[in-house]
């Protein structure tokens, strides 16, 4: 039923998937994707590219946007499209306005935090159980998107500025993805800590596995298979995965018997 703001609905269930062992294999093939895709794209024209991750990235929260609950393809439609657009935006800054990773990652850090507490502050929670009413939803991919630009930087900048190179880079941040998982299991740390804690080392571990697999051993020594193999033996993985999500519903979280409710895009 509608309400005086312009009709709502009580949502079924949150709007993001369980956090699953294939989730996080889901989260870090897409931030592999959308880095070898959005360097190839570059590659070939960067208007091109800006219009097609632009687009891309318009449509896909249009469509999760307009859901009523967690669905696995258009979830990860729009995880992939703020993969691709993100890393858009973090190399723009680099690569047209020259700013260097150092100051490109710092710069992604505080935004990034600048979103968590002002979220914090609004909602009282940042746990994606919460993830039930639409200005939750949009704090959520405003925090996915930033985490996606950060990551690009952060993995730029240990792969150049620091001069580590593609694999060594993955490795240290896969690293230091087990740093919350060990302090969630072993010390008490903050489930919702520990969550977007490694959330963000996802993008910097899968980008840097793709670009060590996609670019050439001059380049940060790759393996040279490219970016547009690597971009579509992931995509290939990706829609494989979804289909099974959403075919056997693995990762859909329990309905919630009262949630605030989302206002309906088709009567707004």
């Known amino acids: 039923m509608g309400d005086g703001r312009g009709g709502s609905r009580a949502p079924l269930a949150a709007k993001v998937p369980e956090i699953t062992a294939l989730f996080w294999l889901a989260k870090v093939l897409t931030t592999g994707m959308g880095e070898a895709a959005s360097d190839y794209l570059a590659a070939l024209s960067i208007p091109l590219a800006a219009v097609v991750g632009l687009s891309g990235f318009v449509v896909a929260m249009w469509v999760q946007l307009r859901t009523r609950r967690y669905q696995a393809w258009a979830y990860w439609f729009a995880v992939a ?117 490694a959330y963000v080392m996802t993008r910097p571990l899968g980008a840097s596995f793709a670009d060590w697999f996609g670019k050439p051993a001059t380049k940060g020594a790759g393996l040279g298979l490219g970016d547009d193999v690597v971009a579509l033996a992931s995509a290939a993985v990706i829609v494989a995965l979804v289909a099974y999500l959403a075919r056997t519903r693995h990762g859909v979280q329990r309905p919630l018997v009262a949630a605030p409710a989302f206002q309906d895009a088709a009567e707004s």
């Open 81 to 197: 499209m703020v993969a691709v657009f993100g890393t858009m935006a973090a190399d723009a800054l680099h690569v047209v306005l020259h700013i260097p990773y150092t100051v490109t990652t710092a710069g992604y850090a505080v935004a990034l935090v600048a979103v968590l507490v002002v979220w914090h502050r609004t909602e009282g929670t940042l746990s994606i159980h919460s993830i039930t009413t639409r200005r939750r939803e949009l704090f959520y991919w405003t925090t996915v998107l930033v985490t996606f630009a950060l990551g690009t930087a952060a993995g730029d900048f240990a792969a150049f500025t620091l001069h580590l190179g593609y694999l060594p880079s993955g490795l240290l941040f896969g690293a230091v993805m087990l740093v919350p998982l060990v302090g969630w299991w072993r010390l008490r740390l903050d489930p919702v800590v520990a969550f977007w804690f």
